[in-house]
């Protein structure tokens, strides 16, 4: 079992950064290919923000490019969004994930997600 858990949500406004940040633990007999952020705003589905894979691979998703950037650092098990620009609709519950294989298997981690507002 993965644990995840992130930290640097709160309220800004239009045009204002912030910085999440996501630690893992635990899960020792678990490899983590990729982890990501995701985000989930009300009557919405969860839809991805941005994902790196552990072969340094980034993706982003359209509605971020040029505003976020996604770091990790395989050191101390940490996933990061920079988040600048930010516009009222990246108002969201943002949620860190880890994907990996344990004994053969797929399987995925999620924190316990975030809050992230955007006043205009």
């Known amino acids: 079992q993965v644990r995840l858990v992130e930290s640097g949500g709160g309220s800004v406004q239009a045009g204002g950064s912030l910085r999440l940040s996501c630690a893992a633990s635990g899960g020792i007999s678990v490899s983590i290919t990729s982890m990501a952020w995701y985000r989930q705003a009300p009557g919405k589905q969860r839809e991805l923000v941005a994902k790196?894979?552990?072969?340094?691979?980034?993706i982003y998703a359209d509605f971020v490019k040029g505003r976020f950037t996604i770091s990790r650092d395989n050191a101390e098990n940490t996933v990061s969004l920079q988040m600048n620009g930010l516009r009222p609709e990246d108002t969201a519950v943002y949620f860190c994930?880890?994907?990996?294989?344990?004994?053969?298997?797929?399987?995925?981690?999620w924190g316990q997600g975030t809050q992230v507002t955007v006043s205009s």
């Open positions: 994930n880890a994907e990996g294989y344990y004994q053969f298997n797929t399987v995925a981690f």
């Open positions: 790196t894979t552990s072969s340094d691979a980034t």
